[in-house]
C-alpha cells in the first residue's frame, strides 16, 4: 500500500543521506590532516537516559537506567590539552627543525550514572524535587570521564604523524544491596535472551545464565587469578624497546570504590586508589604496556 512504499522510500533516502553523510567527514577530515587546515568543533550534548525494564507491560518491573549525563566535545583552538600531552608532542619534536602542527580535542561525559527502580516510577528523571531520591537509587554515582587527544599533521610529518590521548576519571563509586545485584543480573538475563533471539539463537541452553554467578556456581564464575596471570604475561610478551612512540595512550582512574551492603544495613567496602593503563606503540612496529595500581584496601563492617 502507499503507507508501506512511502515508508521504504523514506527509509532508503535516509540511508543514502546517512551514507553521504558520513563519506562526507571522512573525506573532508583525510583533507584536513593532509593539508594545513584548521577546524574548530564545540558541542555540548545532553545524552540519552537508556531504560532497560525487565517487561514492557508491567509499570512495576524492575528497571535498570543508565543515564548519560551531558557529552561536551571541544576540537580546534578552543581545546585545553593537559601537560602531558603537550609534553609528549614537544619531546616528539625535539629533534624537528619546525614543530609540526598539532590539532587538540576535548571531551567529556560528565553525570553518568547507572539506577535501578521500577518501570512505572520514573524517579530517575532528576528534577529539582526528587534529585535526592534519583541519587539514593544509584548503583553507580554520578561521575565524570575528560579525554583528550592530539593529533599530529600528516603534511608536516607524513606517515611518522603522531597520537597522544590521555584520559582521566576523577573516581567510580559503586554501591548496592545483594537484592539489588540479583535484580540487575535478572533484568540482564531478560535482555541477553532478547538480543540472542534477535541474533536467531532461540535455544535457551546458549543463552548465559548470569544470575548463576549470583548464586556462586563455580563453573559460570570467572577466575580473576587466570584472568590476570593471563593479562600479565602478553603485556610482557607484547613489551618490546623501540625509538620514538608513534602513538601513546594514557588512561587513569584516581579512585574506585565499591560497597555491598546485607539486609542488617552493614556490608563490605573495597577501595583502590590510583590506576594507571598505559600503551605505546614505537616507530618500528613494537608495542608496550604498563599498568601501575596504588593502595587497596577493604573493610569489613
Given at each position: 500500500?502507499?503507507?508501506?512504499?512511502?515508508?521504504?522510500?523514506?527509509?532508503?533516502?535516509?540511508?543514502?543521506?546517512?551514507?553521504?553523510?558520513?563519506?562526507?567527514?571522512?573525506?573532508?577530515?583525510?583533507?584536513?590532516?593532509e593539508s594545513k587546515k584548521a577546524?574548530?568543533?564545540?558541542?555540548?550534548?545532553?545524552?540519552?537516559?537508556?531504560?532497560?525494564?525487565?517487561?514492557?507491560?508491567?509499570?512495576?518491573?524492575?528497571?535498570?537506567?543508565?543515564?548519560?549525563?551531558?557529552?561536551?566535545?571541544?576540537?580546534?583552538?578552543?581545546?585545553?590539552?593537559?601537560?602531558?600531552?603537550?609534553?609528549?608532542?614537544?619531546?616528539?619534536?625535539?629533534?624537528?627543525?619546525?614543530?609540526?602542527?598539532?590539532?587538540?580535542?576535548?571531551?567529556?561525559?560528565?553525570?553518568?550514572?547507572?539506577?535501578?527502580?521500577?518501570?512505572?516510577?520514573?524517579?530517575?528523571?532528576?528534577?529539582?524535587?526528587?534529585?535526592?531520591?534519583?541519587?539514593?537509587?544509584?548503583?553507580?554515582?554520578?561521575?565524570?570521564?575528560?579525554?583528550?587527544?592530539?593529533?599530529?599533521?600528516?603534511?608536516?610529518?607524513?606517515?611518522?604523524?603522531?597520537?597522544?590521548?590521555?584520559?582521566?576519571?576523577?573516581?567510580?563509586?559503586?554501591?548496592?544491596?545483594?537484592?539489588?545485584?540479583?535484580?540487575i543480573l535478572d533484568v540482564i538475563?531478560?535482555?541477553?535472551?532478547?538480543?540472542?533471539?534477535?541474533?536467531?539463537?532461540?535455544?535457551?541452553?546458549?543463552?548465559?545464565?548470569?544470575?548463576?554467578?549470583?548464586?556462586?556456581?563455580?563453573?559460570?564464575?570467572?577466575?580473576?587469578?587466570?584472568?590476570?596471570?593471563?593479562?600479565?604475561?602478553?603485556?610482557?610478551?607484547?613489551?618490546?624497546?623501540?625509538?620514538?612512540?608513534?602513538?601513546?595512550?594514557?588512561?587513569?582512574?584516581?579512585?574506585?570504590?565499591?560497597?555491598?551492603?546485607?539486609?542488617?544495613?552493614?556490608?563490605?567496602?573495597?577501595?583502590?586508589?590510583?590506576?594507571?593503563?598505559?600503551?605505546?606503540?614505537?616507530?618500528?612496529?613494537?608495542?608496550?604496556?604498563?599498568?601501575?595500581?596504588?593502595?587497596?584496601?577493604?573493610?569489613d563492617g
Amino acid at each position: 500500500n502507499i503507507v508501506d512504499l512511502t515508508a521504504g522510500a523514506a527509509a532508503s533516502a535516509a540511508a543514502v543521506m546517512s551514507d553521504a553523510l558520513a563519506t562526507s567527514v571522512v573525506d573532508a577530515w583525510n583533507s584536513k590532516r593532509e593539508s594545513k587546515k584548521a577546524w574548530s568543533i564545540e558541542l555540548d550534548i545532553h545524552a540519552p537516559v537508556l531504560v532497560l525494564p525487565e517487561s514492557t507491560v508491567d509499570p512495576e518491573a524492575r528497571t535498570i537506567i543508565a543515564d548519560l549525563g551531558r557529552i561536551i566535545i571541544v576540537f580546534g583552538s578552543n581545546a585545553s590539552p593537559p601537560r602531558k600531552a603537550l609534553d609528549w608532542f614537544k619531546t616528539r619534536a625535539a629533534e624537528d627543525e619546525e614543530p609540526p602542527a598539532v590539532d587538540y580535542g576535548n571531551f567529556s561525559l560528565e553525570n553518568f550514572r547507572c539506577l535501578l527502580s521500577k518501570a512505572g516510577a520514573k524517579d530517575w528523571i532528576v528534577t529539582p524535587s526528587n534529585v535526592d531520591v534519583a541519587r539514593a537509587q544509584a548503583i553507580v554515582e554520578p561521575m565524570t570521564l575528560s579525554l583528550c587527544i592530539g593529533l599530529e599533521s600528516v603534511a608536516d610529518k607524513g606517515d611518522d604523524a603522531g597520537t597522544c590521548l590521555i584520559g582521566t576519571l576523577p573516581s567510580i563509586s559503586i554501591r548496592a544491596s545483594l537484592p539489588q545485584i540479583y535484580d540487575i543480573l535478572d533484568v540482564i538475563n531478560v535482555w541477553s535472551t532478547f538480543f540472542g533471539t534477535l541474533g536467531g539463537e532461540e535455544d535457551e541452553a546458549q543463552t548465559p545464565d548470569v544470575t548463576a554467578i549470583a548464586a556462586g556456581d563455580a563453573e559460570a564464575a570467572l577466575d580473576l587469578s587466570k584472568v590476570t596471570q593471563q593479562y600479565l604475561s602478553r603485556i610482557q610478551q607484547e613489551s618490546r624497546v623501540g625509538e620514538v612512540e608513534k602513538v601513546y595512550v594514557e588512561l587513569a582512574l584516581q579512585r574506585l570504590s565499591a560497597k555491598v551492603l546485607t539486609a542488617r544495613g552493614d556490608g563490605i567496602e573495597a577501595h583502590l586508589v590510583s590506576i594507571v593503563a598505559t600503551s605505546s606503540v614505537l616507530d618500528d612496529g613494537s608495542t608496550s604496556s604498563r599498568l601501575a595500581m596504588g593502595y587497596f584496601w577493604i573493610y569489613d563492617g
